[in-house]
Every structure is written in structure tokens, then in C-alpha cells.
């Protein structure tokens, strides 16, 4: 059973302390509400609210080809649509059905730009608690999410502990390193300098679709490793029957385009098709803002308030959220007494190992939800009790029940 709606929640405001009248969420709700099985995904950075494959999606749905974690989610798979009642709900300031800068401003009856209010993760979190209210859900069986989503998988721990039994964080962090904050700074600034952008307000004439995605490009560099571009492209030419992106320079006939490029090139066009610049601004905003102690003076006096169980899932190839990062999360859990297990994946998929792996993803999502920590498919990085040994991470690659 599988519903797709969008619910107004009235006023809403926000941290930066502006309010619009009105907060449309748009949200997916999959399988059957018992009353203790709810389960809440949080999409990343460009995600959804259309999570799993629905029998009527007949294709796009939400503006995506495809759902985007539909070998995780669904009848039968990790999160079993079957047992549970999965809810994925679309975050303020996107643009796929809940009110952002592309949605009209009920004051002036144009669209929002860059008159919408700022967003961060908290904004998320708390429109989510207001729209599992409004479905009649209390407490939840766990919260799940991947990047930008497990920091928001974060933020409901110490915003909201007392709701969550279980918590899955894969491939995030506390908090964004300078060199990702620098790289969204140039992805952002891609698309504030494009001509087309006119301070946001470039509805209804030509978009910034160049700045946009330059920015897309940046960002898919940062989700692959170096050794996965080195399989998928290596230095190979794409060929002479490939188009350029870009015009080319009057030299650039004497140098091959290569298949890195037109990856590049091929990615951006279609996310041009899909995403709204300013959404983009708005969303990387928000991911950058997050910092876990904010207001706290740790990280784990930011989870000392949680009882329930949280599962960290992280990745060797992922150099936008390490491995390292992942563990300093997973002492400061323990520093808490937060019962916590840090699963680490052997993978040269880099960041996108989350969205591509779901044979090895699913499996300790699946023992989470079922048995909890205990789970035959997680391992942690915490020595046994007896042993002495500095931090060596146990690198797992596939799993099986």
C-alpha cells in the first residue's frame, strides 16, 4: 500500500526566524501503519520524497527517472515495505512538490527566489516531526538516511530523542571538513555568477542552467574516488562522434575530449532537467550549516539525551564523509554511553557507495531494524573488552544473513 500526497502544515518558522504562511511537505508513505512500525528515510542533498518503486509511478516520478534508493527500500528488500511503514517526505527549500524558492509566494503571486527564508537541517527535521503528526505517528521503529540525510538522522537523535528506537547514519558526518565547505563555496558561486541567475528572480525567463550545472559537475567529482574514476574512465577519449559541453576553444580540436568530460557533461544535462538553481543553493546551505554540537559543547552532549540504538555505516572510498569522521562520531556516541555500532565498507565507490552498493548497504540496515545492533550483518570498530589496541576498523564488503 503506498500513498503519494503533500500535506499544508500552515505557518511554519523557520531558525532564521522568518515564517511563510504556509508549508506544503510533499511525502511517500509505503506499506501499512501498525502503530510501532513506522520507519522515516531522509533523502540527501537532490533527493525526494519517492524513495522505493511504486506500481503507479509508470516511470518519472517527482521529477526523477527512477527511485533513488529502490534496491534498499520496498516489498522484501532491507527496509521490507512488507513489515514496516516507510515515510520519505521532500525537504523544505527543494524542489520536488514541498515549498521552496521555486514555489509562489502566497504575498506577491510570484514565485519565492531567493525571498525565501534560509533553511537548515533543523528546518528539516522539525517540518518531518509536524508531518508524522499529522499522519498519526509518535514514536518511531528508526529513522534512515544517507549524506546530507544522515546528518538529518542526526539532528532528530538530539532534537527529538525520545521519539527514535533506532537510527541508521550512512555515509555522513557531525559536520562538513573545509575542503567540502570550500568545494560547495565554487559550486554555489558557479551558479550566482551565471548571467542568467539575476539574484535568484530568473523565473520565467532563461534559467542558470550553465552555473547549475558546473555546480553538478563539482559535486559529482566529489561523490566518486580516484579509483573508481580510474576504472569507469581512466584517460580514454570519449571519441569523435561525442559532443562537448561547452563551445571549445579554438584549440581545443587539437586535444582529445575525453570520457571523464563527457561524464561530466552527460550528468549535468540532465540535472539541469531536473533541479532548480536556487534549490541547489538553498541545500548545500543547509549541508554546510550543520554542525552536530551547535548549542552543545560536544558532539556527545548532542547525543547524551539518546537511549535508542544507532547504527554508522561508512566507507573506504568516501572522501566527502570519511571513514575517519564516522569514528570520531562513533567515540563521541560512546563517550555518551550511546549504544552505537560503526560498520565500515570496504569500497572504491567513494561517496556514491551508498546509492550503489545496496548489497552491501542492505543487510546491516535490515539486521538494525529487525534484532537492532546485535545484528549477524554489523560489525563495529570498538575493540572486545580485552583488547588494547588502538582503532582498526573491521572492513566488511558484502553480507548475507
Given at each position: 500500500?503506498?500513498?503519494k500526497e503533500?500535506?499544508?502544515?500552515?505557518e511554519?518558522?523557520?531558525e532564521?526566524?522568518e515564517?511563510i504562511p504556509?508549508?506544503?511537505?510533499a511525502?511517500?508513505?509505503y506499506?501499512?501503519f501498525?502503530?510501532d512500525n513506522a520507519?522515516l528515510?531522509?533523502?540527501?542533498l537532490t533527493?525526494?520524497?519517492?524513495?522505493?518503486?511504486?506500481?503507479?509511478?509508470?516511470?518519472?516520478t517527482a521529477?526523477?527517472a527512477?527511485?533513488?534508493?529502490?534496491d534498499v527500500v520496498?516489498?522484501g528488500?532491507?527496509?521490507?515495505?512488507?513489515e514496516?511503514?516507510?515515510?520519505?517526505?521532500?525537504?523544505?527549500?527543494s524542489?520536488?512538490?514541498t515549498t521552496?524558492?521555486?514555489s509562489?509566494?502566497?504575498?506577491t503571486g510570484e514565485p519565492?527566489?531567493t525571498?525565501?527564508?534560509?533553511?537548515t537541517v533543523?528546518?528539516w527535521?522539525?517540518?518531518?516531526?509536524?508531518l508524522?503528526d499529522?499522519?498519526?505517528?509518535?514514536r518511531l521503529?528508526a529513522?534512515v538516511?544517507?549524506?546530507?540525510?544522515?546528518?538529518?538522522?542526526?539532528d532528530?537523535?538530539r532534537r527529538?530523542?525520545?521519539?527514535?528506537?533506532?537510527?541508521g547514519?550512512?555515509?555522513?558526518a557531525?559536520?562538513?571538513?573545509?575542503?567540502?565547505l570550500a568545494l560547495d563555496?565554487?559550486a554555489?558561486?558557479?551558479i550566482?555568477s551565471?548571467?542568467?541567475?539575476?539574484?535568484?528572480?530568473?523565473?520565467?525567463?532563461?534559467e542558470?542552467?550553465?552555473?547549475?550545472?558546473?555546480?553538478?559537475?563539482?559535486?559529482?567529482?566529489?561523490y566518486l574516488?580516484k579509483?573508481s574514476?580510474?576504472?569507469?574512465f581512466?584517460?580514454?577519449?570519449?571519441?569523435?562522434e561525442?559532443?562537448r559541453?561547452?563551445?571549445p576553444?579554438?584549440?581545443a580540436?587539437f586535444f582529445?575530449y575525453?570520457?571523464?568530460?563527457?561524464y561530466?557533461?552527460y550528468?549535468?544535462?540532465k540535472f539541469?532537467?531536473?533541479?532548480d538553481?536556487?534549490?541547489?543553493?538553498y541545500?548545500t546551505?543547509?549541508m554546510d550549516?550543520?554542525d552536530?554540537?551547535a548549542?552543545?559543547?560536544?558532539?556527545?552532549?548532542a547525543l547524551?539525551?539518546?537511549e535508542g540504538?544507532?547504527?554508522?555505516?561508512?566507507?573506504?572510498g568516501?572522501?566527502?564523509?570519511?571513514v575517519?569522521?564516522?569514528?570520531a562520531l562513533?567515540?563521541?556516541?560512546?563517550?555518551a554511553?550511546?549504544?552505537?555500532?560503526?560498520?565500515?565498507i570496504e569500497s572504491?565507490?567513494?561517496?556514491?557507495?551508498f546509492l550503489v552498493?545496496p548489497?552491501?548497504?542492505?543487510?546491516?540496515?535490515s539486521?538494525?531494524?529487525?534484532t537492532?545492533?546485535?545484528?549477524?550483518?554489523?560489525?563495529?570498530t570498538?575493540p572486545?573488552?580485552?583488547e588494547t589496541?588502538?582503532?582498526?576498523p573491521?572492513?566488511?564488503s558484502l553480507?548475507?544473513?
Amino acid at each position: 500500500m503506498t500513498t503519494k500526497e503533500t500535506v499544508d502544515l500552515g505557518e511554519f518558522q523557520f531558525e532564521s526566524g522568518e515564517s511563510i504562511p504556509n508549508l506544503e511537505v510533499a511525502y511517500e508513505t509505503y506499506g501499512d501503519f501498525t502503530g510501532d512500525n513506522a520507519v522515516l528515510v531522509c533523502h540527501a542533498l537532490t533527493g525526494s520524497a519517492h524513495v522505493a518503486r511504486r506500481p503507479d509511478a509508470g516511470g518519472e516520478t517527482a521529477g526523477q527517472a527512477r527511485a533513488w534508493w529502490g534496491d534498499v527500500v520496498g516489498p522484501g528488500k532491507a527496509i521490507d515495505t512488507s513489515e514496516y511503514y516507510v515515510v520519505c517526505a521532500n525537504a523544505p527549500g527543494s524542489c520536488y512538490g514541498t515549498t521552496g524558492p521555486a514555489s509562489e509566494n502566497p504575498e506577491t503571486g510570484e514565485p519565492y527566489g531567493t525571498d525565501f527564508p534560509p533553511v537548515t537541517v533543523g528546518d528539516w527535521t522539525r517540518a518531518q516531526r509536524e508531518l508524522l503528526d499529522a499522519l498519526g505517528v509518535g514514536r518511531l521503529h528508526a529513522v534512515v538516511g544517507g549524506s546530507v540525510g544522515g546528518m538529518n538522522v542526526l539532528d532528530w537523535l538530539r532534537r527529538f530523542p525520545d521519539d527514535v528506537e533506532r537510527a541508521g547514519a550512512v555515509a555522513t558526518a557531525a559536520r562538513l571538513d573545509p575542503q567540502c565547505l570550500a568545494l560547495d563555496t565554487v559550486a554555489r558561486r558557479a551558479i550566482t555568477s551565471d548571467p542568467n541567475w539575476n539574484g535568484g528572480h530568473y523565473y520565467g525567463g532563461p534559467e542558470p542552467r550553465d552555473g547549475l550545472a558546473r555546480a553538478r559537475q563539482i559535486g559529482h567529482i566529489m561523490y566518486l574516488s580516484k579509483a573508481s574514476m580510474g576504472r569507469k574512465f581512466g584517460r580514454r577519449s570519449a571519441g569523435r562522434e561525442a559532443v562537448r559541453g561547452d563551445p571549445p576553444d579554438s584549440a581545443a580540436a587539437f586535444f582529445p575530449y575525453r570520457e571523464v568530460e563527457s561524464y561530466l557533461d552527460y550528468q549535468a544535462d540532465k540535472f539541469t532537467d531536473r533541479f532548480d538553481a536556487n534549490s541547489y543553493l538553498y541545500m548545500t546551505r543547509a549541508m554546510d550549516d550543520f554542525d552536530l554540537s551547535a548549542g552543545y559543547e560536544s558532539d556527545a552532549d548532542a547525543l547524551a539525551a539518546f537511549e535508542g540504538e544507532l547504527l554508522l555505516l561508512s566507507f573506504t572510498g568516501d572522501w566527502h564523509f570519511t571513514v575517519e569522521q564516522a569514528e570520531a562520531l562513533a567515540e563521541a556516541c560512546r563517550d555518551a554511553s550511546v549504544d552505537v555500532a560503526h560498520h565500515v565498507i570496504e569500497s572504491d565507490h567513494g561517496h556514491d557507495a551508498f546509492l550503489v552498493e545496496p548489497e552491501t548497504v542492505g543487510p546491516p540496515l535490515s539486521d538494525l531494524l529487525e534484532t537492532g545492533l546485535e545484528g549477524r550483518a554489523i560489525t563495529d570498530t570498538a575493540p572486545a573488552a580485552d583488547e588494547t589496541s588502538d582503532f582498526a576498523p573491521v572492513h566488511t564488503s558484502l553480507f548475507s544473513k
